[in-house]
């Protein structure tokens, strides 16, 4: 299968293959790679599929994407990936709240938020590329994190063979707990370092040096290349296809749902990745009526799905749901791609880098909402979201999964459609925020962070996870702090 680029760099002639995708991450041109065509799964396909374990239905679904990867390795490294010892109490598995509402906890792995569905695999699709390709040099992978997806990427990439891995996060801009699950990471592969700003300036910072051809060549002469593992790689997209379809899998096997019955998904978004596989998954064949887009205080989204205007120029606010906390979200570009284009996409974003601003036409923004609706709740309505779920249900949740419950709610009001079951993508472990969930839940926390993981055991009655407990013994290996104009030369330093 070939990839091509968003943004119309006619790479298919040069016969990039997955595996090239992956180790690149980035088109040439700035574009996001996409397949050149999307395969599909049948209605007898997806019967199939509810008969295998997780680890067979994301190898089937990675297997019709990576054509140029060997089948039986990537079912070995699906196997290896969604263990049961790294993915405690399954990969993704669905809590029924009530006959309409599932929720699917995607944050079993070992830094208990989503990014691990697509993280630990996606080291293994890196290695695997790399020996597809040929490649002898060592990948050195870039990471600008406001949180999940450093600690994630970290994990997934410590101690792999022929990688170097080094994560950049805004000194105030994580949890304290994001902060010491970073600042403790094992391998002797791994850096992490703080930069003095926002997230922003830590990922225009990454952008910059990702784009610096002396930086590649300096790179390149010690024998190094630059890779990425934010969500702009499709490395991290076609992992997260597969759980959407086992969702509707286990809905399936459990008699929730008939064969070819359509469900709602309700996904807490950010970059627009979690919620563009889903799409995705959509487009291949599987039976979805509608995704709501649930954004945080941050609605750039709702506002762009309502209007058909994308404009960052707003004020940008920090929540308690700081994985969401986005004003451009990078694989929307991807969703314009395949609604209009690489030209009329490659115009959008020049637009967008140029002003802040793009609109769509009415017939793209038709097209669009015929797919996606989206929400969006404010602070004090997630807090009351966490308090209602566990008053309800007993059923604690996490900022980020309260907001894609709001989103949930204002659809079943709205439309009255209770027929039709809904998945709410549930993104992170309660505790990974127990600091904003004890707040919600009783009215206080208490200021340490560890203190809060008690303090939400014991009100609601279930364990912190074990990664998160053990982070209290662990030796804090990571202290530096540097200016944004540093990462350059702290990068290079890394690479030699
Ligand atoms: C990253 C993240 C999100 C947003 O996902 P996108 O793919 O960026 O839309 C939501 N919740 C949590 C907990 C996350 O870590």
Redesign the pocket.
């Known amino acids: 299968m070939n990839y091509v680029s968003t943004r119309g760099m006619t790479v298919a002639a040069h016969g990039l293959h997955s595996a090239d995708a992956i180790k690149k991450g980035l088109a040439d041109d700035g574009g996001l790679f996409m397949p050149a065509e999307l395969p599909l799964v049948s209605a007898d396909e997806i019967c199939q599929m509810s008969k295998m374990t997780y680890p067979e239905r994301a190898a089937h679904i990675l297997g019709k994407f990576l054509t140029d990867y060997p089948a039986e390795q990537l079912l070995a490294d699906c196997r290896a990936a969604y263990d049961e010892s790294s993915f405690v109490g399954g990969a993704a598995p669905l809590h029924k709240l009530n006959d309409t509402v599932h929720v699917m906890e995607l944050w079993h792995g070992p830094t208990c938020?989503?990014?691990d569905m697509a993280l630990q695999i996606m080291p293994k699709l890196l290695s695997g590329a790399l020996r597809i390709t040929g490649e002898k040099r060592t990948a050195f992978i870039l990471v600008a994190t406001s949180g999940?997806?450093g600690k994630a990427a970290l994990e997934g990439y410590a101690d792999v063979d022929q990688v170097k891995i080094m994560v950049y996060y805004p000194v105030d801009g994580v949890s304290r707990m994001q902060k010491l699950q970073m600042a403790t990471q094992r391998g002797e592969n791994v850096s992490v370092c703080a930069i003095k700003g926002n997230f922003d300036d830590a990922q225009t910072g990454v952008k910059q040096i990702f784009s610096d051809s002396n930086a590649a060549d300096a790179l390149d002469a010690n024998g190094y290349f630059f890779s990425s593992a934010n969500?702009i790689n499709w490395g991290r997209l076609v992992p997260q296809i597969a759980y959407y379809f086992s969702a509707y899998c286990d809905l399936l096997a459990s008699g929730e749902i008939k064969a070819g019955e359509a469900v709602n998904f309700s996904v807490?978004?950010?970059?627009?990745?979690?919620?563009f596989a889903g799409y995705l998954a959509k487009e291949m064949g599987l039976p979805v009526k509608r995704f709501l887009c649930a954004s945080n205080k941050n609605n750039i989204l709702t506002d762009f799905l309502k209007t058909g205007v994308y404009d960052r120029n707003r004020d940008f606010y920090t929540t308690m749901s700081p994985?969401?906390d986005i004003l451009i979200s990078s694989n929307l570009e991807r969703l314009l791609y395949l609604k209009t284009g690489c030209e009329a996409t490659a115009a959008y974003m020049r637009s967008l880098n140029e002003t802040g601003r793009y609109e769509i036409d009415a017939q793209t923004h038709r097209a669009i909402t015929e797919s996606f609706t989206g929400y969006f709740c404010d602070e004090e309505e997630t807090e009351a979201v966490i308090r209602r779920t566990f008053d309800t249900y007993r059923y604690v949740v996490d900022p980020?999964t309260a907001v894609g419950l709001s989103a949930a709610e204002q659809y079943l009001a709205e439309s009255s459609d209770t027929e039709t079951k809904m998945i709410v993508d549930s993104?992170?472990s309660p505790y990974k925020f127990a600091s904003a969930v004890c707040r919600a839940l009783n009215g206080s926390a208490p200021d340490d962070e560890f203190e809060a993981l008690d303090v939400l055991s014991q009100t609601t009655g279930t364990p912190i996870p074990g990664p998160l407990a053990a982070l209290r013994e662990k030796e804090v290996r990571f202290t530096e702090v540097i200016a944004a104009s540093e990462m350059l030369s702290r990068t290079l330093n890394e690479a030699k």
């Open positions: 938020a989503f990014k999940d997806t969500s807490p978004t950010g970059n627009f990745g979690n919620i994985s969401m980020h993104t992170a």
